[in-house]
């Protein structure tokens, strides 16, 4: 072959090639910033189901890609620095957990990708235009567990004869309390069951609000979804169980934590979920023209 023909045979090769195999070649190794509202212990099966699902796209861990993790360890005013770092650290794509984990991520960076898994809203909380266009760098899954408050009433109402009142274990410095209680008084009405909100900031007052349920004789209880929550899930279980209450939760993991009843969505196949839209990102896509999914 000579040169000229040479030339236009490479010419040839990278205008055929499509611009999503840049993203997967050997000249670069795509970095990932993982920012976790939860602790490293609590990420484990979520990155368990990301990195399965990043493996069966085709993507080697180590080779192809790395994750730079950052947890707050149930602390979501640790996420602006956080996000902020990363942003230093110049990664290719974010992996959020959480609404604060999206926002925060957003707010440090409008063109960086933001794949997020919430089970809030993103819309009411100001993530994205809507789920079908979202706009911006942001994109990923949501459970909208809002939404499914009232069914976990209806179950409690179900499983445990002659209810009339059920605790709420809530965290008053959630943003995402207030229409959680809201929502759920108006199906408290509707079964004639009375709400008794009980507050837990953080895993040391875990235990004097159990205290409190069992001094108003709760009937069952339901937990609201927080970062805090799901984080210290394990000691929310073996609590419960200990003053013998019925408990519903919304995430699949307090039920492999050994509760008692869930509805909701597996968080850990959100995260599998997630590695679809992390890959087609990697691959040229923008996260504005990929609509927002909602697991089943």
Known sequence: MDRRTFIRAVAGGISAAPLS?????????????RLSPLSAEADVPLLAAFRRGMRDLGWIEGHQFLLETRYADGNPNRLPEFAAELVRSRVDAFL????????????????????????????????VA???????????????????????????NEAVPGLTRVTVLTNP?????????????GVAQALEVQLQLVEARDPSEFEAAFATMANKHAGALTVLTDVTFITHRKRIVELAAMSRIPAVYG??????????????????????????????????????DLPVEQPS
């Open 173 to 185: 410095a959630s943003p995402y309390t207030a229409p959680f209680v809201k929502e759920r008084a």
């Open 21 to 33: 195999s840049v993203a997967q070649s050997s000249a670069k190794t795509v970095r990932i910033g």
């Open 251 to 288: 995430e699949r993991e307090f039920v492999d934590a050994v509760g008692l009843i869930v509805y909701g969505a597996s968080l850990a196949d959100m995260y599998r979920r997630a590695t679809v839209y992390v890959d087609k990102i990697l691959k040229g896509a923008k996260p504005a």
């Open 96 to 127: 959020t957990g959480s609404n604060p984990g999206a926002l925060a991520a957003k707010n440090a960076t409008g063109t960086i990708p933001v794949v997020m898994v919430t089970t809030a809203d993103p819309v009411s909380g100001g993530l």
């Open 130 to 156: 809507s789920l079908a266009r979202p706009g911006g760098n942001l994109t990923g899954v949501t459970a909208l567990g809002q939404g499914l408050s009232a069914k976990r009433l209806e179950l409690l």
